[in-house]
T-cell receptor
């Protein structure tokens, strides 16, 4: 299985600021995804991070609010822009490979917006 | 749109008891179903994956079954231990080139010593 790290592990931010979350994988992966888990809720897919092209966003999520980069097959970033307290969540990246149907998740980034 | 439901939302059992967690989904056209464990404030740990052509998978004290036609999966935990206390999530993969997961709301399990 892939080993996935996320930075930062947690942060407390002020309203109106932006935070960039990094996801690093120890091997090349085909697919990378970003999920959000709001307090007491299950996971909701934000977008699929596509290498070399724009991310594919799910309904309710837009690029201006959650810009995503994926410069190569092992790294992706998610930015939470112009934050409000409603953005307080755990943000998780996950990966999948063409050789396996299983998906693996990073440890998550716990974001609190004051 | 795929919807995934998990029942019960919370479960408390004494140590040593066998238990079953339930997961149901509305669209049977799935690629696979995956069970995860999440400890408080942590990420997800993959427990078992059942591909659409399979009916069950086993790992240690865990057994997961899948009935695509009825849109149901169960996770059976034998001889539960306090260390099994966590939230258990099921997720279905709709397959194709997308491969995104749709998650249930989870079952919060507490195993009492």
């Amino acid at each position: 299985s892939a080993v996935i790290s996320q930075k930062p592990s947690r942060d407390i931010c002020q309203r109106g600021t932006s935070l960039t979350i990094q996801c690093q994988v120890d091997s090349q992966v085909t697919m990378m995804f970003w999920y959000r888990q709001q307090p007491g809720q299950s996971l909701t897919l934000i977008a699929t991070a596509n290498q070399g092209s724009e991310a594919t966003y799910e309904s309710g999520f837009v690029i201006d609010k959650f810009p995503i980069s994926r410069p190569n097959l092992t790294f992706s970033t998610l930015t939470v822009s112009n934050m409000s307290p409603e953005d307080s969540s755990i943000y998780l990246c996950s990966v999948g490979t063409s050789g396996s149907v299983e998906q693996f998740f990073g440890p998550g980034t716990r974001l609190t917006v004051l | 749109k795929q919807e995934v439901t998990q029942i019960p939302a919370a479960l408390s059992v004494p140590e040593g008891e066998n238990l079953v967690l339930n997961c149901s989904f509305t669209d049977s056209a799935i690629y696979n179903l995956q069970w995860f464990r999440q400890d408080p404030g942590k990420g997800l740990t993959s427990l078992l994956l059942i591909q659409s052509s399979q009916r069950e998978q086993t790992s240690g004290r865990l057994n997961a079954s899948l009935d695509k036609s009825s849109g149901r999966s169960t996770l059976y935990i034998a001889a539960s231990q306090p260390g099994d206390s966590a939230t258990y999530l099921c997720a279905v993969d709709r397959g194709g080139s997308a491969r995104q997961l749709t998650f249930g709301s989870g079952t919060q399990l507490t195993v009492l010593p």
